[in-house]
């Protein structure tokens, strides 16, 4: 079954012969970058292989939040719930962010006591985020049978509608003066004197002084056609989403069975809380060093399988000529099967909490690529090997709610204004630098 739908947006037919900045990438990491770099002035084109949002930015599931997130994004995110809350009236336009809570449930004193700790990270923050007792829980979020030790609950976060976000940054950014093209891949960047000079795509070449790649789970393959080597991986999330139910939670909630998602139209979005796919894939082996750290913390969590992937990534070319077509001419939306066991799975643990998902019908099911780094952060950063060429992808399952103020920073690195956060974590460099890579497990 094909994506889910994503409210569309016409890409501009004239392709500009220079601009200051291109953005590659019409995801929400892209779309953020070039409303920000647009909004101080700056002449900015973004360009896109195939749909704004069509591929994990318009799959994701929707949740805004800073709760048990990796303590290296929290300031991050902090800085992005800000910029939610005026998004619509900065856009002109909806995208269904509403601030309703989250719920992380805590089967266990040990889990109890681990979200109890993760809490201190907010210290300083002014976000509301405290510890549930069970009973609490059922006056919080009524209705519910599950057996649980307590929970983490954070009114603080939100919620959105991922196949409205991107397009409504998108069309700002145009509002703004950005070109937005669409079903235009980058072919490749061009230089002189080492530095940044241009782009060619497959509709011409675009004299530019900075790129950036945004590229979600395309951007390791495009980075190393010219030497850049970005260790990312591909993991299959499968969601599913029901017709409009009453009756059911208005909190976002996450257990280790299910985790959900109030739509607007009165519909949930559902997915399993813990369990996702590995496609073994050509890059699993050239990456395999890299991501040992993160497979001994993370294996019970993940299925691996060797299908039909392996053979469509083996013939993807890792070298081509800007002459020709490119990889991304050839595969303009990545839609992969979603696992119809995991989403059934989920939904027979979310009926066994919440008697009232019984009634649920099932609506649609899609599969979506999270772009993954060896320690889940991503690379928002500048790249020192091309000066003028910036990165910022590798999201792994939080980029939705970050990517407003990914896109802040990003344009902050582009133009030299100081930045709001310490960038040290999310820099490129720490890859080759001798640094630890690590993964914090859980988050």
Known sequence: MPGPYVVPVHGDEELPKECDVVVIGGGIIGCS?????????????????????????????????????????????????????GLDKRTGRETGFKRAGIVFICANEKELADHERWRTNLDGYQIESRILTARE???????????????????????????????????????????????????GVETSAGAVSGVVTERGAIACKAVVLAGGAWSSLFAGRFGIDLPQLKVLNSVMRTKPLEGGPEQTIWA????????????YTVACGHHNIVDIVPAS????????????????????????????????????????????EYHRVLDPVPSKRLTQ????????????????????????????????????????????????????????????AAGRLMADIVTGRAPAVDLSAFRFSRFTDGSKVELISGF
């Open 345 to 404: 799975d989920a939904l027979g643990g979310l009926k066994r909490a919440f008697p009232v998902f019984e009634r649920a019908e099932i609506a649609q099911r899609w599969g979506g690529y999270i772009d993954v780094t060896p320690d889940a952060v991503p690379v928002i950063s500048a790249v020192d090997a091309i000066p003028g060429f910036h990165i910022a992808t590798g999201f792994s399952g939080h980029g939705f709610g970050i990517g407003p």
């Open 137 to 187: 829980f059922g006056d919080v979020v009524p209705g519910s049978r599950l057996d649980m030790s307590g929970a983490l609950y954070t009114p603080a976060d939100g919620r959105a509608e991922p196949q409205k976000a991107a397009p409504a940054i998108a069309e700002a950014a145009r509002d703004k003066g950005a070109t937005i093209l669409t079903e235009c891949a980058v072919r």
């Open 33 to 85: 970058t070039a409303l920000e770099l647009a909004e101080r002035g700056l002449r900015v084109t973004l360009c896109e292989k195939g749909g704004i949002g069509k591929e994990q930015s318009s799959r994701n599931w929707g949740w805004v939040r800073i709760s048990m997130r990796d303590p290296r994004e929290v300031p991050l995110m902090a800085e992005s719930l800000r910029i939610w809350e």
């Open 285 to 328: 082996f050239r990456y395999a060093a890299a991501f040992l750290p993160a497979l001994r913390s993370e294996w019970k969590s993940l299925s691996f399988r060797l299908a039909g992937r392996f053979v469509d990534e083996l013939r993807i070319p890792r070298r081509w000529s800007m002459d020709d077509a490119s990889p991304f």
């Open 256 to 267: 280790k069975d299910f985790a959900i998602r109030k739509r607007q139209d009165g519909g």
